[in-house]
């Protein structure tokens, strides 16, 4: 069963930084690939960074620069650093995973940017 747990949220002043983590079960260790989203109030999901299986990742432009995406191998997590942070980042983040064509994804955690 895969199951995936993101952790890391909280409250944060305008400037400040986060890093929030994804660890997932049940998805081989070799099979590295996530994207990252996130959903404010009132708004749809948007898509905000990816990781491929082979590493290469991708940002949208309202968080490139400011948002890394990275595997902790020692922790089996893969985690979002966020800097800069920004009111207008304040959303539940979520994890997504793709595993034989099904789509999983994390409860969610929230981050909020106050200003």
């Known amino acids: 069963q895969v199951q995936l747990v993101e952790s890391g949220g909280g409250l944060v002043q305008a400037g400040g930084s986060l890093r929030i983590s994804c660890v997932s079960s049940?998805?081989?260790?070799?099979?590295?690939?996530i994207k990252w989203y996130r959903q404010a109030p009132g708004k749809q999901r948007e898509l905000v960074a990816s990781m491929s299986s082979g590493g290469v990742t991708n940002y949208a432009d309202s968080i490139k620069g400011r948002f890394t995406i990275s595997r902790d191998n020692a922790k089996k997590t893969i985690d979002l650093q966020m800097d800069s942070l920004k009111p207008e980042d304040t959303a539940v983040y979520y994890c997504?995973?793709?595993?034989?064509?099904?789509?999983?994804w994390g409860q969610g955690t929230q981050v909020t940017v106050s200003s």
């Open positions: 997504n995973r793709r595993f034989f064509g099904i789509d999983y």
């Open positions: 049940g998805i081989p260790d070799t099979i590295t690939n």
